[in-house]
């Protein structure tokens, strides 16, 4: 379905040299930087899955999508979707996917919703009874009812993330490219939009690239996921398999009533836990430990930290994508050494 | 190829009927653009009445025929101003800020798509003017208005707007490369200022510049010349309309050239 | 007056400092700008061409040159953005957090575009007023520039600039009721450049036009400091016309603040 093989973009970047001289030289003969972007990157994806595609900020997942999508051109290496290549014939690639990206609305602003969908109807020239099909289907799963008549301006985010989903799915994609599709949301609307994306997954065999910095998105919807950092691949597998390899670190997040009651906790000889396993970090009264929930039980952890120090505003957090990923090269290292 | 252009105009239908629809939403806003324009027109004339009241003609031209000049000035400026506003935007940020992506995701013709997106109704004040001042004087100035006079100055107005338009197009494009060039467009665009006014006004070194450089003279006066004068149709309308179909086709392939290279921003 | 400083000089600075780092499209915007000027001298030039006498309404070629350029230069320099940052403040509903902060709702504007026409000011005045002064020489064979002319001439400016910052100000609360404030500036530009005489002298209008304009605010704007530049008033008519410019400014300075507490009122009954 998806085969990406060895990709890598470069772009060039123009050094800004200082002064009222500087700048007219670099009019006229701009001194240039290779700055690159996505050194060596390869996966593949099988039809009808859900790709969770996940790094930190700056990895490159962007522009990976970007040139998946046919909107930038890479500098060497290939990619092939449905067997076809992006940049080839792009009128024609693009025909067969849909992309959203978070950031950013692809939808007309001043048109309202119904009005955008009859555009879009007439560009990617749908029948109409296959039409009226797909926008009962998407009212269905996404709830577009409440704003339709709406100008996209006046939608609020997660109204504007369903409006923009669905239009990237009128002319029935065999690929629907999701990039931070539930950036800024709240977790109700998160909830939703994660069932509509499995929604369409299921309807019509859709296979899907989902880029995120969010665990969740990735845990309720992928089994496989390709995690990038710095432009290269760095993991491929199953969530539960990322987590089994990189440890289940929680985040414990508490105030102290007295500051010196700090030293009484000491979460290392207690759970017999080794440096990798355990930090701590205080700031006056409040303090957070960051600690393996496979040594060191959730509860037990919580239950320790009360019975030792008197607490107020206890919290229990799982690890973000950047945590994993800090592990991840802290692993690396230590491997190499 | 017959389809593919119900299609297109289906298109551009839905996005006029929706700029349209939002200027019965802000009437007040509407009128003051068109007001804004018609107003500046105004002021320009009040000038020229004010000079012409104490000199009876200016190198050979009189009070009419320079209005005439002025009014079809205004009518190409119009057009494209109404059909073709959006190409500023490009220049001034949707390139910079990765704006551009959207078109790229889509299958159609860049340019096409992002031209019909907009339809600038504020123009329609500069076309009031340009139409009102050639209806008023056109009794007034010795033109033959013969069938064949009649397409020619269909011609002449469709390739001078296609200049303004090319010109815009080339100067937009330029962006793709340095990711803003709205300033540019600005400044070449400005250049019409010279086209209001008969060329031979102007020293040897501008008439050049605006004859064959960016040659906004034949937006009005060179054309609008063959209509008073009936001089050279050769060189007043061919070359309209030979400058529009080079300028065109430079913005078109430059503008395809840029897509290529064109590097989204950021992130 | 320390802590006035204290608080006002940051936004000069910053003025600077845009200025400074937009530079290329401050010059690509002169050029533009700068063209249509280009365009009436080559319109006059006509003019005189086909005009009998060796003056026209009392102007000579050199004067008009003169009258153009300068007239340019000040119109530049006059020029304000106070409509568009009131306008854009009221838009995005940022204007309610200038009631809550213990600053003058008008000087962090003020202050912002002084610091950056500053900088224009020296980029446009030096080489303009440098090659106006050595054409007059090259065409008369005689040096016209004096020094007190000149600085009355930069008083008539500074007042003139503080004059368009307030009308601006006020034209900008119309963003209340408008939001297409682009075409609402063509009007405002429009219907300035006909009053203030930037467009043409006002010496060129029918008498009794020429009494009104030469009374109502705009004429302080443009007209005056020009025509204080090229000597065309003597130091009683100067003294009238910088006391009448005065006048206006503190007329709009007033108005400004009057609507500034009306629209405060406003805000507070709509809660923002």
């Known amino acids: 379905m998806i085969y990406v093989e060895n990709i890598r973009k470069e772009f060039k970047k123009t050094i800004k040299q200082p002064g009222l001289l500087g700048s007219f030289k670099s009019l006229f003969n701009p001194k240039t930087e290779k700055v690159v972007a996505v050194d060596d990157i390869s996966f593949n994806v099988g039809k009808g899955e859900i790709l969770g595609f996940i790094g930190p900020n700056g990895a490159g997942k962007s522009t990976v999508i970007k040139m998946l999508t046919g909107i930038l051109t890479p500098t060497s290496g290939s990619c092939t979707i449905n067997g076809q290549n992006p940049q080839k014939d792009r009128k024609k690639y693009v025909r067969e996917i849909g992309v959203v990206f978070g950031q950013r609305t692809q939808l007309w602003w001043d048109l309202p919703l119904t009005e955008t969908y009859a555009v879009l109807k007439e560009i990617y020239e749908v029948e109409d009874t296959a039409y009226k099909r797909k926008?009962?289907?998407?009212?269905?799963?996404?709830?577009?009812?409440?704003?339709?008549?709406?100008?996209?301006?006046?939608?609020?985010?997660?109204?504007?993330?369903?409006?923009?989903?669905?239009?990237?799915?009128?002319?029935?994609?065999?690929?629907?490219?999701?990039?931070?599709?539930?950036?800024?949301?709240?977790?109700?609307?998160?909830?939703?939009?994660?069932?509509?994306?499995?929604?369409?997954?299921?309807?019509?065999?859709?296979?899907v690239i989902l880029t995120t910095h969010d665990l969740g998105d990735i845990e309720t919807l992928s089994k496989r996921i390709v995690m990038i950092d710095k432009g290269r691949n760095v993991f491929e597998g199953t969530v539960s398999d990322l987590k089994e390899s990189y440890g289940q670190m929680r985040q414990l997040n508490f105030e102290l009533e007295r500051a010196e009651e700090l030293e009484k906790l000491d979460y290392k000889s207690r759970f017999n836990l080794s440096d990798d396993d355990i930090a701590l970090k205080s700031d006056g009264l409040s303090c957070e430990v960051r600690f393996n929930s496979a040594h060191a039980p959730v509860s037990e952890v919580v239950s320790y930290t009360l019975a030792t120090a008197k607490v107020s505003d206890i919290s229990v957090k799982d690890a973000d994508i950047e945590e994993i990923i800090r592990r991840l090269y802290q692993k690396g290292v230590e491997a190499d050494a | 190829m017959l389809k593919k252009l119900r299609r297109a105009l289906k298109m551009h239908r839905i996005f006029i009927a929706q700029d349209l629809k939002k200027l019965m939403e802000y009437k007040l806003d509407f009128l003051t653009g068109a007001l804004g324009f018609i107003v500046y027109q105004t002021v320009n004339l009040l000038f020229l009445w004010i000079i012409f009241s104490s000199i009876p003609q200016l190198e050979g031209f009189s009070y009419d025929e320079i209005l005439f000049i002025y009014g079809f000035s205004l009518i190409p400026k119009a057009i494209d101003h109404m059909f073709f506003d959006h190409l500023w935007n490009i220049g001034y940020w949707y390139i910079a800020k990765g704006e551009f992506d959207k078109y790229l995701t889509r299958p159609l013709n860049t340019y096409f798509t992002v031209v019909v997106e907009k339809f600038q109704v504020d123009a329609i004040g500069e076309l009031v003017v340009g139409i009102a001042l050639m209806a008023s004087t056109v009794g007034k100035v010795n033109i033959h208005w013969s069938g064949l006079n009649v397409l020619l100055f269909i011609v002449a107005v469709i390739a001078a707007t296609l200049i303004y338009t090319g010109i815009k197009t080339i100067t937009a494009a330029i962006a793709f490369w340095t990711k803003r060039s709205g300033q540019v467009i600005q400044v070449f665009y400005m250049m019409n200022e010279f086209a209001k006014y008969p060329a031979t006004i102007y020293n040897n070194a501008v008439k050049f510049l605006i004859t064959y450089i960016i040659p906004f003279a034949f937006t009005a006066f060179y054309p609008a010349s063959y209509f008073l004068r009936g001089d050279n149709p050769l060189f007043n309308i061919g070359g309209p309309v030979l400058a529009a179909a080079v300028l065109m086709t430079a913005g078109l392939l430059l503008w395809n050239k840029g897509v290529k290279a064109y590097e989204s921003a950021g992130s | 007056m320390r802590r006035f400083l204290r608080i006002y000089l940051p936004f000069c600075k910053m003025g600077v400092q845009q200025m400074l780092a937009y530079r290329f499209n401050f010059i690509f915007f002169l050029v533009g700008e700068m063209l249509s000027s280009v365009v009436m001298y080559f319109v006059w030039l006509a003019v005189f061409n086909s005009s009998e006498g060796e003056t026209f309404m009392g102007f000579s070629m050199t004067d008009m040159t003169v009258y153009l350029f300068v007239s340019f230069a000040v119109g530049y320099l006059t020029y304000s953005e106070g409509s568009y940052a009131v306008a854009e403040e009221i838009r995005d509903g940022s204007i309610a957090m200038r009631m809550i902060k213990p600053v003058r709702f008008d000087l962090p504007f003020l202050f912002q575009?002084?610091?950056?026409?500053?900088?224009?000011?020296?980029?446009?005045?030096?080489?303009?007023?440098?090659?106006?002064?050595?054409?007059?020489?090259?065409?008369?064979?005689?040096?016209?520039?004096?020094?007190?002319?000149?600085?009355?001439?930069?008083?008539?400016?500074?007042?003139?600039?503080?004059?368009?910052?307030?009308?601006?100000?006020?034209?900008?609360?119309?963003?209340?009721?408008?939001?297409?404030?682009?075409?609402?500036?063509?009007?405002?530009?429009?219907?300035?450049?006909?009053?203030?005489?930037?467009?043409?002298?006002?010496?060129?209008?029918?008498?009794?036009?020429?009494?009104?304009?030469?009374?109502?605010?705009?004429?302080?704007?443009?007209?005056?400091?020009?025509?204080?530049?090229?000597?065309?008033?003597?130091?009683?008519?100067?003294?009238?016309?910088?006391?009448?410019?005065?006048?206006?400014?503190?007329?709009?300075?007033?108005?400004?603040?009057?609507?500034?507490?009306?629209?405060?009122?406003?805000?507070?009954?709509?809660?923002?």
């Not at chain 1, 985010?157 to 949301?185: C, N, W, Y």
């Not at chain 3, 106006?132 to 000149?150: L, Q």
């Not at chain 3, 006391?243 to 405060?264: E, H, M, R, V, Y």
């Open chain 1, 135 to 207: 926008m009962a289907f998407l009212n269905e799963v996404l709830e577009l009812d409440g704003f339709i008549k709406s100008p996209v301006r006046t939608l609020s985010l997660g109204q504007r993330m369903r409006a923009d989903i669905a239009a990237s799915l009128l002319h029935s994609p065999k690929v629907l490219f999701l990039d931070e599709p539930t950036i800024g949301l709240d977790i109700v609307v998160k909830d939703n939009i994660r069932k509509a994306i499995a929604a369409i997954n299921a309807e019509e065999k859709t296979t």
């Open chain 3, 113 to 272: 575009e002084i610091g950056s026409r500053s900088v224009t000011a020296l980029i446009v005045i030096v080489p303009i007023c440098t090659l106006v002064e050595v054409y007059r020489f090259a065409v008369t064979g005689a040096v016209v520039f004096n020094i007190v002319n000149f600085l009355l001439f930069l008083l008539s400016l500074v007042i003139a600039y503080l004059l368009s910052f307030y009308i601006n100000v006020c034209y900008g609360f119309m963003a209340f009721f408008l939001k297409n404030l682009w075409g609402a500036n063509v009007l405002k530009d429009a219907i300035i450049s006909f009053l203030s005489g930037s467009k043409i002298p006002i010496a060129f209008m029918p008498a009794a036009l020429q009494t009104v304009l030469n009374f109502l605010p705009f004429s302080s704007l443009s007209y005056t400091p020009v025509m204080i530049y090229m000597g065309m008033y003597d130091l009683v008519t100067i003294v009238q016309k910088l006391t009448l410019q005065l006048f206006w400014l503190a007329a709009f300075w007033g108005l400004s603040k009057l609507i500034w507490l009306q629209a405060t009122k406003r805000l507070c009954v709509q809660g923002g």
